[in-house]
């Protein structure tokens, strides 16, 4: 069973820098795409970018366009996602997730396969 476990969120004043890391291990570890998702309290959870494992085809959210960067380390299962200009509204709960294979939506989160249990992210103003 794949498992994914993230870290490095935290609190952070606005225009600040924090990078997550999502290491996946146990199981055979076998991916399409890896990606990054946001829920904010009282909301739904929001795609926020994603990267190809095989050829590394890169796509992100609007509202993250130009501020975080999302990028891999083949050899170590694992997928960072750096964010930069960090504003009050990023501040959620990010998970990493896996997708074993293509599927209908990249953007939906019912289309992935594994996630990981979350780590807080807060943008203080």
């Known amino acids: 069973q794949l498992q994914l476990v993230e870290s490095g969120g935290g609190l952070v004043q606005a225009g600040g820098s924090l990078r997550l890391s999502c290491a996946a291990s146990?199981?055979?570890?076998?991916?399409?795409?890896m990606g990054w998702f946001r829920q904010a309290p009282g909301k739904e959870r929001e795609f926020v970018a994603a990267?190809?494992?095989?050829?590394?085809?890169?796509y992100y959210a609007e509202s993250v366009k130009g501020r975080f960067t999302i990028s891999r380390v083949n050899a170590k299962n694992t997928v960072y996602l750096q964010m930069n200009s960090l504003k009050p509204e990023d501040t959620a709960i990010y998970y990493c997730?896996?997708?074993?294979?293509?599927?209908?939506?990249?953007?939906?989160?019912?289309?992935?396969?594994?996630w990981g249990q979350g780590t807080q992210v807060t943008v203080s103003s």
């Open positions: 146990g199981g055979t570890f076998s991916s399409y795409n």
């Open positions: 997730a896996d997708q074993v294979a293509p599927r209908y939506s990249d953007y939906d989160p019912r289309f992935w396969d594994y």
């Open positions: 990267i190809r494992w095989s050829g590394g085809f890169i």
